[in-house]
Every structure is written in structure tokens, then in C-alpha cells.
């Protein structure tokens, strides 16, 4: 992770620069743990076209400043705001602007390296996990939360949830369940693991390699060089478990499976899920469901049509508000239980928008 200290004293949001052949982005707001705000989304998408016409430029590298995080995920207060004051210019804007960016990574021509080196949720998943390398480290702390704060998980979510070994994906997508460095090479979220200490020697060692022989090939030796084994992914222990209990046709049938697997694995993953929005829940059940068979393009569509939906309901407000405004963590969601949402009031998260507020990727 990068000291932006010692690297620029300018209050930028993102920092650019380049390093040899190696195109360096900074997220640069490390006390908001670089949480990602429109002026950020717009900086590298500018910067990475840029980049990818500049023939200098071999790989690219993404990490944050600071000490604790990657990327804690969108900007959701201010979101929160342009909700308050019905500024629905901002809310397309941001989604519409944020997925087309993911996209871009996932399209990118050259390496895309991302150091995911702390907390790594949300908005710093989706600039991150599309990219062809991604790095964890001892560090890192991953997850998609959303569903806790009456969201779902975006920024592709729909499409490498379900990716995933077995259900993993739908239990993360779901849960919002933190995980580790293990966790995430034994998911397929991360293709490699570095030490922190590590990553400034991997640097430089991307700098100053020479990419004749094919960037990609070169980035893969240099990784596999500075690779470092961890311990057991704790989520190999629980997958026999998962699997069973997330296979379920609904999030109804996951409930009840839960409430008969008699271990805590059980008891405590239901009263995980018993405090997450029953609508978003079943939101982000289908996305999933849907996902497993659809492009990236195709997913980012979907889930730009159900954001538009998602940012008018009142559990997302409710939700920002328990747990990052007011913090008192007691959201009172729209339906009591699982059991009172309506499959039709879901089935319009996912209607086509119109024509002219289509995503169109």
C-alpha cells in the first residue's frame, strides 16, 4: 500500500503517474479509506484511455493510500445527500459512469494489476476484480455488504458472485460475509497472494522488467516470483456446508435450510441474514440467480436498471442511515420477514428502463 506522504503532497483524489513502463494510480483519500466519488470514476477512466493509446505504458498498477484500505467501496453519503434532495442527475450519474469504468477495466488491453491490500468492499471491488491480476495480501479484508444497507452487490457483482466455487458466491452476495486473503484465492476473487512487505519490491520489479516478450507472460513470471503461500482458506471447512444450505430456489428456501442445519455455521449465518433487508435479499438473490448465464455487459445492464429502482425505495435510504450516518445499526426495513416480499415487487427491480436511461453497454 502506498504512503501518499511521501509520494505528493496535492489533495487529488486519485494520483497518476508513471514508472517505468508501469502506469500508477492511487486512490488518495486515506481518511475516507479511499472510498470511490464520480470525480475519482471519471479521473481514471480519462487516465486509462489515455494510457492505453501511450505506447511507453506496458502495465497498469491500482492500489491505495494509507495503512488500512484499498477501496471501502462507493461513495455512499454522498449518495445518501443527492438522495436526500431528490438529485436524480447524480444518482444516474454515478452508476452509469462507475459500471461503464468497470467495464472498461474488464476490457482493458493491457495488464491491469490491482494490489487489493486492506479493506477491499463495493465500489473498490468493481475497480479491482474485472482486472486481469488481482493481488492480496495478508492485509486484505474483502466483502460486498450491501444487502446490509438495503443495496445489492453491484459493480458486476451478478456476474463473478456466481462464478464462484459451488455457492460461495451466493453466500457472499448475500451475507456480506468478510473474508481474508485465503478466502479470496480458494473463491477465484484473487489470482494472487503477496506479502505487504513485498509489494514495494514488486513495484519495481514491474518498472524496470522488460515486456518484449509479451506483457501479460511477464507480469504472470514476476507474480508468481513474489507469490507467497497463505494458510487454509477457513472457507474450505465451511463449503460442504454452504453448498447445501444456498442451493435453495429462494431466499425463503435458504432460510429454512439454515434453520435445519443444526451447527453454528447455521445458527449464525441465519441471524446474519435476519438483519439484512428482506427486499435486497431477494434483489440480489435473482441478480445472482440471472447472472450465473450472462456477459458482464449484460449483467452491468441489469444492475444499472435495478439501481435507478434500488435509489427510490426507502431501504437503501433507511439503510445509509443506520449504518453510516446515525450508526445506531437499527434499520427498520420495509418488511418485517423474508416472507412478506412480493415476487412481482422484485421482478421490477429488473423491467427494462427507458429507451434514453438504458446503461446500453
Not at 443527492?82 to 444518482?91: G, Q, V
Not at 497463505?230 to 454452504?242: E, G
Amino acid at each position: 500500500m502506498s504512503n501518499s506522504s511521501n509520494m505528493s503532497d496535492t489533495e487529488a483524489p486519485v494520483l497518476f503517474s508513471q514508472q517505468g513502463a508501469v502506469g500508477q494510480i492511487v486512490l488518495n483519500r486515506p481518511r475516507a479509506l479511499n472510498a470511490l466519488d464520480l470525480t475519482m470514476v471519471d479521473m481514471m477512466m480519462g487516465q486509462l484511455k489515455s494510457w492505453e493509446a501511450d505506447p511507453s505504458i506496458k502495465v497498469v498498477v491500482i492500489e491505495g493510500a494509507g495503512e488500512k484500505a484499498f477501496c471501502a467501496g462507493g461513495d455512499i453519503r454522498g449518495l445518501y445527500e443527492a438522495r436526500k434532495i431528490d438529485d436524480e442527475e447524480m444518482l444516474d450519474a454515478f452508476y452509469r459512469r462507475e459500471y461503464h469504468l468497470n467495464h472498461y477495466i474488464a476490457r482493458y488491453p493491457k495488464p491491469y494489476i490491482a494490489l487489493i491490500d486492506g479493506i477491499t468492499m463495493g465500489g473498490g471491488v468493481g475497480v479491482s476484480i474485472h482486472g486481469q491480476f488481482r493481488v492480496v495480501t495478508e492485509r486484505t479484508l474483502f466483502a460486498m455488504p450491501e444487502t446490509g444497507i438495503g443495496f445489492f452487490p453491484d459493480v458486476g457483482g451478478g456476474y463473478f458472485l456466481p462464478r464462484c466455487p459451488g455457492n460461495i458466491g451466493m453466500y457472499l452476495g448475500l451475507t456480506g460475509a468478510r473474508i481474508k486473503a485465503a478466502d479470496c484465492l480458494y473463491a477465484g476473487l484473487a489470482t494472487h497472494g503477496v506479502t505487504a512487505s513485498n509489494l514495494d519490491r514488486l513495484k519495481a520489479d514491474l518498472a524496470v522488467a522488460s515486456y518484449d516478450t509479451g506483457a501479460s507472460a511477464v507480469v504472470v513470471e514476476i507474480l508468481d516470483r513474489h507469490s507467497t503461500h497463505f494458510d487454509a482458506a477457513p472457507m474450505a471447512s465451511l463449503r460442504t456446508q454452504i453448498d447445501r444450505t444456498f442451493a435453495g430456489n429462494s431466499v425463503v428456501a435458504i432460510f429454512e435450510a439454515l434453520e435445519r442445519e443444526e451447527s453454528d455455521f447455521g445458527a449464525e449465518t441465519l441471524a446474519i441474514l435476519s438483519g439484512k433487508s428482506p427486499t435486497a435479499l431477494c434483489a440480489s438473490f435473482e441478480q445472482i440467480r440471472q447472472g450465473k448465464d450472462m456477459s458482464l455487459a449484460e449483467v452491468l445492464n441489469m444492475e444499472f436498471r435495478m439501481s435507478q429502482r434500488m435509489v427510490c425505495k426507502p431501504d437503501l435510504f433507511e439503510g445509509v442511515r443506520a449504518v453510516i450516518v446515525d450508526k445506531d445499526h437499527a434499520p427498520k426495513w420495509q418488511h418485517g420477514d423474508i416472507g412478506q416480499v412480493d415476487p412481482r415487487e422484485v421482478a421490477e427491480y429488473f423491467e427494462p428502463l427507458p429507451e434514453d436511461k438504458e446503461l446500453n453497454l
